[in-house]
């Protein structure tokens, strides 16, 4: 998605450059071609450096372009591993806290059991649920 976002804003750019700023450089390349070789700008032979020069401007400005996709991708993968970290964490983390609730659970059914059998966990549990069931049937007996 980056990089598509930056290709449509560099197309956007070359589109400007070639056909509005290429031709004023083409002219005045010709012109300053002139003064520099002390000769008219001649297509056949002389095109392939001004091909060369007009390439190079367009390297020139299009490089900080390049360099913010680069510095972009870049940010955008080390946030990437910084989530799947974090993400891995948590779920340490997560992992440890349902080991410490199991572990605190065994502890404190272990010590009412040898208190008293029926305070157990299991046996609150059970009272719980027959608790649910005789609401549940004195429900049912009141609506016939």
Do not use: C
């Not at 956007?12 to 002390?38: C, D, I, M, S, T």
């Not at 404190?108 to 027959?130: C, F, H, T, W, Y």
């Amino acid at each position: 998605m980056v990089d598509s976002f930056i290709d449509q804003k560099k197309q956007n750019f070359e589109h400007f450059l070639f056909n509005r700023y290429g031709p004023v450089y083409v002219e005045n390349w010709k012109e300053a071609f002139q003064e520099v070789n002390g000769r008219p700008y001649d297509p056949e032979s002389d095109f392939p450096q001004l091909y060369n020069d007009l390439v190079a401007v367009y390297q020139a400005e299009s490089a900080p372009i390049e360099e913010m996709r680069t510095r972009l991708r870049e940010a955008i993968s080390d946030e990437y591993r910084n989530a799947i970290l974090a993400n891995q964490e948590i779920g340490r983390w997560m992992e440890s806290l349902e080991n410490l609730n199991a572990s605190q659970k065994n502890s404190l059914n272990e010590l009412l059991g040898q208190i008293d059998p029926d305070l157990s966990l299991e046996a609150i549990d059970e009272a719980v649920r027959n608790a649910e069931e005789s609401v549940k049937q004195r429900v049912s007996d009141l609506n016939g």
